[in-house]
């Protein structure tokens, strides 16, 4: 009897063993790639831009009040933005996220707080001092579970990449450098910084091109105009463009425009002074012809199949099943209650945990090994066929 083909390896489109995902950790993420992510997850651009801001409001306020330094606050916006673009907004509240990313960001960063602790001090910020309660309460319980349990979630998303940028250092050097009034450029400049994270630009450019545009519009939006970083001086210097810089400072514009009030900038200057700076860089991007964004990429998606077949393995949203929100609407952290219904998404865009159906995940960092590797396994599943021609004598009929 002829064997049968199992479901599996139909479902594979290859006999054996699923030859496992790859997933290559991406240090930058350019503008074509973000707005693909938020098409996938169905979300609209005002709801996103609504909860991306409440979510990095949340970690700036959590961990002042936890005296974490500046450099948490950079990776935990930055694990954030990356989690949001995989995971639809409908499957996590945006707290849970928020205090994930910033639980994972402790980690990174040697700052160690316990999950019990963040949520502790989110509860208290709403509390008087007589009030206030202690990590070790039992309502930190459920959701101190919750937020374990979306660390692995968190650093999938982020591809395992443990790499962090602080361009707070190198723009206090820049505004030294220029010889600009500390007091008012250089920690207007610094607040941009922290501004920036509120945006998607810290995923796009480098430390140098974040530094850069801080400095740049702090001098324009205090008339201490900083002539050299305007004209491009030292660009070569620090491997950027005025494109790169022009898009990263209409970015921060774009946040202050219609977001002032969410910004710490924004509060200390009215909307005109905002505005007058955004048409004097709109004729100097149409006279240089400049585009709006840079660095837009071509390339397939990061999580392939090693070997046959590459696949996304990023499932569309709406097709999910939703799940009920982890997230109290009680300010308070009361009735806190794990999903049910809801499974975790994994790195591939399969429900459940990863590796049990379509295979394991790895993660890297380096593409060429990930085509390499790729190129050396599809060897292994690739089907070869050889048609061979047979004379049969027939016999003849009396």
């Avoid at 090693?306 to 939703?322: A, E, Y």
Wanted: charged letters at 30%.
């Amino acid at each position: 009897m002829a064997p049968v083909e199992s479901k599996d390896e139909k479902e594979n489109g290859h006999v054996g063993p699923h030859p496992s995902f790859i997933q290559v950790a991406q240090l930058y993420v350019f503008e074509q790639e973000l707005q693909k992510c938020m098409a996938r997850t169905g979300v609209t651009e005002a709801k996103e831009d609504n909860i991306r801001l409440q979510g990095i409001a949340w970690i700036d306020s959590v961990r002042k009040a936890l005296h974490l330094p500046v450099r948490t606050y950079n990776t935990a916006a930055v694990y954030y933005h990356k989690f949001r673009l995989v995971h639809a907004d409908h499957e996590y509240g945006y707290i849970d996220a928020a205090a994930a990313a910033l639980f994972t960001a402790c980690k990174v960063e040697d700052t160690l707080k316990k999950s019990k602790e963040i949520l502790c001090a989110s509860y208290n910020l709403k509390l008087s001092q007589a009030e206030q309660v202690t990590p070790d309460d039992a309502m930190f319980e459920a959701p101190s579970k919750s937020i374990i349990g979306l660390e692995r979630l968190m650093l999938e998303a982020s591809g395992f990449d443990f790499r962090s940028r602080y361009p707070q250092k190198l723009l206090l050097k820049l505004a030294k450098h220029h010889d600009v009034d500390q007091d008012l450029v250089g920690k207007t400049a610094y607040d941009m910084s922290l501004d920036s994270y509120r945006t998607f630009a810290p995923l796009k450019q480098t430390t140098q091109t974040l530094a850069i545009a801080c400095v740049e519009l702090s001098g324009r939006l205090l008339l201490q105009n900083v002539k050299d970083l305007e004209a491009g001086k030292y660009y070569p210097k620090w491997h950027t463009s005025r494109a790169e810089v022009m898009e990263t400072l209409l970015d921060l514009l774009d946040l202050y425009t219609h977001h002032r009030t969410s910004t710490i900038v924004g509060e200390d200057h009215a909307l005109n002074e905002f505005i007058d700076i955004r048409i004097a860089l709109n004729k100097e991007a149409s006279s240089s012809n400049l585009p709006r964004y840079t660095n837009h990429l071509k390339r397939k998606a990061t999580a392939t199949t090693n070997g046959v077949k590459p696949t996304n393995g990023i499932k569309d949203s709406k097709s999910s099943n939703k799940s009920s929100p982890i997230s109290p609407r009680d300010p308070h952290l009361k009735d806190i209650k794990s999903p049910t219904t809801g499974i975790p998404t994994t790195a591939t865009g399969v429900k459940g945990r990863a590796g049990l159906k379509d295979g394991t995940v790895r993660f890297m960092l380096d593409a060429e090994r990930e085509l390499d590797e790729k190129r050396e396994v599809e060897r292994y599943f690739k089907i070869e066929e050889e048609e061979y021609e047979v004379e049969v004598e027939r016999e003849r009929r009396r």
